[in-house]
Nanobody, 124 residues
Framework: QVQLVESGGGLVQAGGSLRLSCATS????????MGWFRQAPGKEREFVAA????????SYADSVKGRFTISRDNAKNAVYLQMNSLKPEDTAVYYC?????????????????WGQGTQVTVSS
């Protein structure tokens, strides 16, 4: 079974940057898509960014466009989320996920495997 482990979260001041990493292991398919989601206290899990298996197609939530960048390294079986110009509203637990198909989808239900999450806290 595929396993995912996030890292790189922490406490940062508004305007700062963080880079999240998600390492995968187990059997994976080169045609899979990967994504990042986040969940703040009292709120539902929401889409942040997604990337196709080739990296040629990406999708971002409107709230993070221009600030966050998703990328992947298939040779390392890893996906990354570079977060710049962070805002207090970005505070949440961030999760990486992988789906069995290739598309960069936005719905959590389309993803098959999830990491444990990493906390990102942005202070004002």
């Amino acid at each position: 079974q595929v396993q995912l482990v996030e890292s790189g979260g922490g406490l940062v001041q508004a305007g700062g940057s963080l880079r999240l990493s998600c390492a995968t292991s187990g059997r994976t398919f080169s045609s899979n898509g990967m994504g990042w989601f986040r969940q703040a206290p009292g709120k539902e899990r929401e889409f942040v960014a997604a990337i196709s298996w080739s990296g040629g197609s990406t999708s971002y939530a409107d709230s993070v466009k221009g600030r966050f960048t998703i990328s992947r390294d298939n040779a390392k079986n890893a996906v990354y989320l570079q977060m710049n110009s962070l805002k207090p509203e970005d505070t949440a637990v961030y999760y990486c996920a992988v789906r069995k198909s290739f598309g960069a989808t936005r719905m959590p239900s389309t993803y098959d495997y999830w990491g444990q999450g990493t906390q990102v806290t942005v202070s004002s």
